[in-house]
């Protein structure tokens, strides 16, 4: 079954990276994997996705191991203003659905 | 967020009456997906849809049952609402496999 794990809860220091880890060992060859963060109770926001390299963006970077079976979300210069809900998600093979876990609870310290 | 709305918002009905919430795209995108998210639970996947008159089960759909009868509009609908189903109800769209999702802001529906 398709399936992420995510620690629960993390803590960053305001100004420094923010490094959240995910698990998707069972993620086929040719699917994505996808971060979203969810402020309060608003709708999740996505931020970024890859296949196989790294990706970069202005939110965030995304590191995927060579096996590709876990990846790391960095926020290079974390704010207050990232204390949020962050999952990672991919598609379960053959089908449509993407299954989010329960994420990681990110709390930047001022 | 723009291109996607759900309604209402808000809403408190009573257990055993039916209740219908709406998603609403101005995307034209393929996919449409129903989340509900309770507190321990993170995000879990209630039906989903792959086009016109096509959709299919998620990880909890027992209880809802979903229609979509033009590409903007996908319905869920509780056919016999249940306090068990009190919960946060989240839409979102798609244009297929490499992009992300655009979620919609959320109803918050109670079951008394």
């Known amino acids: ?110 | 967020d723009a291109g996607i709305t759900q309604s209402p918002r808000h809403k408190v009905t009573e257990t055993g009456t039916p209740v219908t919430l709406r998603c609403h795209q101005t995307e034209n995108h393929r996919y449409m997906y129903w989340y509900r998210q309770d507190p321990g639970h993170g995000l879990r996947l209630i039906h989903y849809s792959y086009g016109v008159k096509d959709t299919d089960k998620g990880e909890v759909s027992d209880g809802y049952s979903v229609s979509r009868s033009k590409t903007e509009d996908f319905l869920l609908t509780l056919e016999s609402a249940t306090s068990s189903q009190t919960s946060v109800y989240f839409c979102a769209i798609s244009p297929g496999t490499g992009f992300g999702y655009t979620f919609g802001s959320g109803t918050r529906l109670t079951i008394v």
């Open chain 1, 1 to 110: 079954d398709a399936k992420t794990t995510q620690p629960p809860s993390m803590d960053c220091a305001e100004g420094r990276a923010a490094n959240l880890p995910c698990n998707h060992s069972t993620i086929s060859g040719n699917e994505y994997v996808y971060w979203y963060r969810q402020i309060h109770s608003q709708g999740p926001q996505y931020i970024i996705h890859g296949l196989k390299n790294n990706e970069t963006n202005e939110m965030a970077s995304l590191i995927i191991t060579e096996d590709r079976k876990s990846s790391t979300l960095i926020l290079p210069h974390a704010t207050l203003r990232d204390t949020a809900v962050y999952y990672c998600t991919f598609q379960a093979s053959g089908t449509y659905k993407y299954i989010f876990g329960t994420g990681t609870r990110l709390k930047v310290l001022a």
